[in-house]
């Protein structure tokens, strides 16, 4: 149980376009879900905490208007990378906590994004 | 401020040696504290965390508040716990802060 899917889990995108990221919950109810970055050999930077229903929480630095997240379901999360740039190509991880479950997260297998 | 501090990038060592992967944290209350690993080509999957106290594939991880400290251990490592390995935090939320991660590398 407590698997998470992200589609795709890779895409190329031409610098000025939009790509949409998707994290799925699925066998369980996800309450919180929370997008990661990690750059190569590098640590999972948190980039938001998303509650379903409501508005993302973004962490100091990451910018709301480029980077948006819709957590319109218990088992959906989007993250839009908008107007991408080369310097957004990264991996992007989405990780979930279901309800009941104190402060576990469980991992997607991360989107590795390449803007050309 | 918050922060997780993993000194050592890799760790190499000889099957059947014993492992200690350092952590340290900084943190003004009691936070809770985790092992995520990830293996070759896997996603990230919790090892380990503190209040369990439980011993996970052989690993166990003991919290000293007084050096603020949270390292894994194993006394014989085997070539399958090859991986990456992230001390994580937790405090008053559920948000993770991670640290740069550990590589170990078992040899035969």
């Known amino acids: 149980g407590a698997v998470v899917s992200q589609h795709p889990s890779w895409v190329i995108c031409k610098s000025g376009t939009s790509v949409k990221i998707e994290c799925r919950s699925l066998?369980?109810?996800?309450?919180?879900m929370f997008w990661y970055r990690q750059f190569p050999k590098q640590s999972l930077m948190l980039m938001a905490t998303?509650?379903?229903?409501?508005?993302?929480?973004?962490e100091q630095g990451v910018e709301k208007d480029k980077f948006l997240i819709n957590h319109a379901s218990l088992t959906l999360s989007t993250l839009t990378v908008t107007s991408a740039h080369p310097e957004d190509s990264s991996f992007y991880i989405c990780?979930?906590?279901?309800?009941?479950?104190?402060?576990?997260?469980?991992f997607g297998p991360g989107t590795r994004l390449t803007v050309t | 401020a918050q922060r997780v501090t993993q000194p050592e990038k890799l760790l190499s060592v000889f099957k059947g040696a014993p492992v200690e992967l350092k952590c340290n944290y900084s943190?003004?209350?009691?936070?809770?504290l985790f092992w995520y690993v990830q293996y070759s080509r896997q996603r990230l999957q919790l090892l380990l965390r503190?209040?369990s106290r439980e011993s996970i594939k052989g690993f166990t991880a003991d919290l000293n508040k007084g050096e603020t400290s949270f390292h894994l251990k194993k006394p014989f490592a085997q070539e399958e716990d090859s991986a990456m390995y992230y001390c994580a935090l937790s405090g008053s939320s559920d948000k993770l802060i991670f640290g740069t991660g550990t590589r170990l590398q078992v040899f035969p």
């Open positions: 066998d369980f109810q996800a309450t919180t």
């Open positions: 943190y003004s209350g009691s936070p809770e």
């Open positions: 998303s509650n379903e229903g409501s508005k993302a929480t973004y």
């Open positions: 990780s979930a906590t279901g309800t009941g479950s104190t402060y576990e997260q469980y």
């Open positions: 503190h209040i």
